[in-house]
């Protein structure tokens, strides 16, 4: 059963920084896109950021400039970079992939980032 295990969710004060990784439990070339999702209390999932199987990313307008995604091919593991982050950063984070060989939409458990002083 593939498996996407996110880590590195905590509280933070604004204006700090976090980084969240995602482990599969299979090579990250077997996803065809992988991302991060996150939700809020109250509001709907939205995109945070993508990276495709070729390396091309994109973002979501409101984290733009201040997170990075990125990936480790050895470790079979997708990071997410959060900077200069805000209150309305909380949310549920959740890591997302396409699983190629079961034509199968993979979802992490989630991991809660809290942006408070």
């Known amino acids: 059963q593939v498996q996407l295990v996110e880590s590195g969710g905590g509280l933070v004060q604004p204006g700090g920084s976090l980084r969240l990784s995602c482990a599969a439990s299979?090579?990250?070339?077997?996803?065809?896109?992988m991302g991060w999702y996150r939700q809020a209390p109250g509001k709907e999932r939205e995109l945070v950021a993508r990276?495709?199987?070729?390396?091309?990313?994109n973002y979501g307008d409101s984290v733009k400039g201040r997170f990075t995604i990125s990936r480790d091919n050895v470790k079979d593991t997708v990071y997410l970079q959060m900077n200069s982050l805000k209150p309305e950063d909380t949310a549920v984070y959740y890591c997302?992939?396409?699983?190629?060989?079961?034509?199968?939409?993979?979802w992490g458990q989630g991991t809660l980032v809290t942006v408070s002083s």
């Open positions: 299979r090579s990250i070339f077997s996803f065809n896109r």
């Open positions: 990276i495709s199987i070729g390396g091309s990313t």
């Open positions: 997302n992939g396409y699983f190629i060989p079961e034509y199968l939409d993979v």
